[in-house]
């Protein structure tokens, strides 16, 4: 696929409402129109990320996170830790939408980001996976750790002896059967 207006490196992928595919690249949101991606909104703006949340979508971008729903568009900044991150992964659980950044893991509270607050290293080294199951528990993969945020808010650093010794997950998918897949 091409973009309309050159080469775009896609980052996220999201359903629109109307069914169509939107893709989170470095020119904007753009939108699949037949073979050919065309800008769709946040034109010229980097995006990293896409997700859909009822009615509202939400895209990743370098040091925010943006909001576009029918009242329009709303942008939350990262606190300062974060003004340069890739928001590059977004997901939400039963305890709010959570933001898995170059800078680490940040959390929406209300109308503010912040970071988790569940480990040092969390809030501080690159998410590079992050993965809500249907048990509602939050997966989070840094380079050298995965973790697993609980319901009940119980952190569990998964360790060599339960999984592989230095896992660097990249992507988790949870599976029709509920298996997670690393």
Not at 78 to 95: D, W
Not at 151 to 180: H, K
Request: glycine letters at 12%; proline letters at 4%; a negative charge.
């Amino acid at each position: 696929l091409r973009a309309g207006s050159g080469n775009a490196a896609v980052q996220g992928i999201a359903e629109a409402d109307d069914g169509t595919l939107l893709f989170a690249t470095s020119l904007g949101v753009m939108r699949l129109q037949g073979p050919k991606l065309e800008p769709a909104m946040l034109d010229g703006e980097r995006t990293c990320a896409l997700l859909r949340d009822g009615a509202a979508l939400w895209v990743g971008q370098t040091g925010q996170l943006t909001r576009v729903d029918a009242g329009g568009i709303t942008r939350f900044n990262l606190p300062a830790q974060g003004k340069n991150a890739c928001v590059s992964k977004l997901t939400r659980t039963g305890a709010g939408l959570w933001l898995g950044t170059t800078a680490g893991l940040f959390r929406l509270n209300a109308e503010t980001i912040e970071p988790s607050g569940l480990d040092p290293q969390v809030d501080r080294l690159p998410t590079e996976s992050l993965s809500h199951d249907s048990a509602d528990n939050l997966w989070i993969g840094t380079a050298p750790t995965l973790y697993r945020l609980r319901p009940n808010g119980q952190l569990e650093r998964i360790g060599e002896d339960d999984f592989v010794r230095d896992s660097w997950i990249l992507a988790a998918y949870e599976d029709r059967e509920g298996n997670l897949w690393l």
